[in-house]
């Protein structure tokens, strides 16, 4: 874990400051507003969906260098994956930052190193906001919220 560990701090510095897919895609028909109360982030998310497949997407919002860091590396991942690649990572990325089971950085990539959230509760929430939201935009509901 301690290499999780300096890949966490490197990530999260990157990430946080320098997100991509900031902006959004000029074309795009999912979107969905995503908050986060316990730390106050917001983003919205643009998804341009099509073939079931994500073809483009771009966040625009506030909040930590954690939900921005993670906003950023979500965005990256999921260009070009399928709607149930998108459920599956999502589901293996919720049980590795809730410490539900051990990052395997072969399954995760950079999203494992997320995982160094399950020692505090309260980032959770801000490491899968932008997940959250992403499932919003796609499935139609527009909002998500961590409560
Ligand atoms: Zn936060």
Not at 1 to 22: A, C, S, T, W
Not at 24 to 41: I, R, S, T, W
Not at 98 to 120: C, H, I, N, S, W
């Amino acid at each position: 874990m301690d290499d999780l560990r300096d890949l966490y701090q490197e990530v999260i510095l990157d990430h946080g400051k320098n997100p991509r897919n900031f902006g959004f895609p000029e074309k795009h028909n999912c979107e969905a507003d995503g908050y986060n109360p316990l730390c106050g982030d917001q983003l919205t998310l643009k998804v341009q969906f099509e073939d079931d497949v994500v073809q483009k997407l771009g966040f625009e919002g506030q909040g930590c260098a954690i939900s921005t860091a993670a906003a950023s590396t979500m965005t990256e991942w999921a260009k070009g994956k399928s709607r149930s690649e998108i459920d599956e990572m999502f589901k293996l990325f919720h049980e590795a930052v809730t410490g539900k089971r051990d990052p395997d950085p072969d399954e995760l990539g950079k999203l494992a190193v997320f995982a160094g959230v399950a020692e505090y509760p309260m980032r959770v929430k801000c490491a899968t906001l932008a997940w959250h939201t992403l499932e919003a935009a796609l499935n139609g509901t527009g909002e998500a919220t961590t409560e």
